[in-house]
């Protein structure tokens, strides 16, 4: 399944729109790219308009300098809010919990999620996007996501994943 054009240009509008609410000094957008850097920007587009087919490559690219690029780079350092994200997020993609919740394996690996499930992953963040500075409603949606596909049991809480 390739990525759809207008996933990644919801992901790019959710991410300006993340950005500038965080009001940030010199306001980055994704892959390092700043807004005076137009080259970076038209390369960014080209990758929208280019066909993008299953590929493990293209997975693990998209994981690495896409979505988990942006939330390590927009996420606070505080653990405490971050650390329940990054996991919530890898249950997402990877479909499965680690084995003791903390720590153990999780016999899956996220970076090389199926497309579908990255636009789903965007899908999340774009309706996060509305109000960007509840981090802990990204956890939330994460973790109403992953119950709804049963990834994690019912009676979990974003406090299991801190």
Known sequence: MALQKEKLEDFINAAKHIIESQQHD???LLFEVTQ???????????LIDAPIVEDP???YDLFYNGIQAFLLRILPQDAQIRKPILELKSIFLSGKEKKHIKYGKRGADSR?????????VIDILTQWSQTPNEYLKLAHLFLVKNKELGYIPENRE???YI
């Open 57 to 59: 490559e293209k997975s």
């Open 158 to 160: 974003i406090s299991d």
């Open 36 to 46: 005076e850097d137009d080259a970076e920007i038209e390369e960014l587009t080209k």
């Open 112 to 120: 090389m999620s199926y497309m579908d499930r990255m636009e789903d």
């Open 26 to 28: 010199q306001e980055k």
